[in-house]
């Protein structure tokens, strides 16, 4: 079972940063993809940023110039650096790790709580 570990969620001022990270219990390869997701309160869980092993990115719009993704392949670890956070930035960040290929599996790591004080 693959596994997906978060942290680095917590409680900071608007315009302050915060830096995610998901440990992944397997390798990126060419398969699959990782990214962050998002859902605040009432909301639809949205994309935030994604990432595949040849280090493509993709971002929503409403991150785009503050957010940055990265991956360490040798710690299977992927990250979000958030800075410039506003108030609408606050949710329940998720890591999720998928096929790309075939399209057989996706996974989510259990969320990490970012919230940002105006």
């Known amino acids: 079972q693959v596994q997906l570990v978060e942290s680095g969620g917590g409680l900071v001022q608007t315009g302050g940063s915060l830096r995610l990270s998901c440990a992944a219990s397997?390798?990126?390869?060419?398969?699959?993809?990782m990214g962050w997701y998002r859902q605040g309160p009432g909301k639809q869980r949205e994309l935030v940023a994604t990432?595949?092993?040849?280090?493509?990115?993709n971002y929503a719009d409403s991150v785009k110039g503050r957010f940055a993704i990265s991956k360490n392949d040798a710690k299977n670890t992927v990250y979000l650096q958030m800075n410039s956070l506003k108030p609408e930035d606050s949710a329940v960040y998720y890591c999720?790790?998928?096929?790309?290929?075939?399209?057989?599996?996706?996974?989510w790591g259990q969320g990490t709580q970012v919230t940002v004080s105006s």
């Open positions: 397997v390798s990126i390869d060419s398969l699959n993809a």
């Open positions: 999720n790790l998928r096929d790309v290929v075939f399209r057989q599996y996706e996974y």
């Open positions: 990432i595949t092993s040849s280090g493509h990115t």
